[in-house]
């Protein structure tokens, strides 16, 4: 746990209360806690070092529990992040909270409000003319 409160450079007391949740069978690693500062923290980290080795990490801060994660697959992947933001969140979609590109991929994530029945992912394939 050290390792990560201090590469997030997080004061030790400051994260008295958070946990760490190992997945050793997916290879992830959770950190609940109670701190939005220290969740925004710990999902800036990019690197941790152990011992005399560096690991590259990939963190975010996870959907709230009344949203739900949308893929949206064959985005023109040229589109910047003001562009995607501009086609997704306005006033004609306003259950979706936001949108985020996989990389350099054609594929983006987004996040939308729901209500309780609505399921926790949706997926969905676009298909462009040519």
Known sequence: MQVFVRAAGIAPEAA???IICPNV??????????SQGNAEAYSKLQHIHLES??????????????????VVRGIDASLSA???QELFVNERNPTILEVKKIKTSQTVVRTIR?????????????TTSA
């Open 16 to 18: 008295k209360a958070d």
């Open 25 to 34: 069978v997916q290879n992830i690693l959770v950190i609940a806690t109670p």
């Open 53 to 70: 080795k560096s690991y590259a990490v990939a963190a975010y801060i996870a959907a709230p529990d009344n949203t739900s994660k949308g």
């Open 82 to 84: 003001t562009q995607l």
């Open 114 to 126: 729901r209500n309780a029945s609505a399921p926790p992912l949706v997926v969905t394939e676009v």
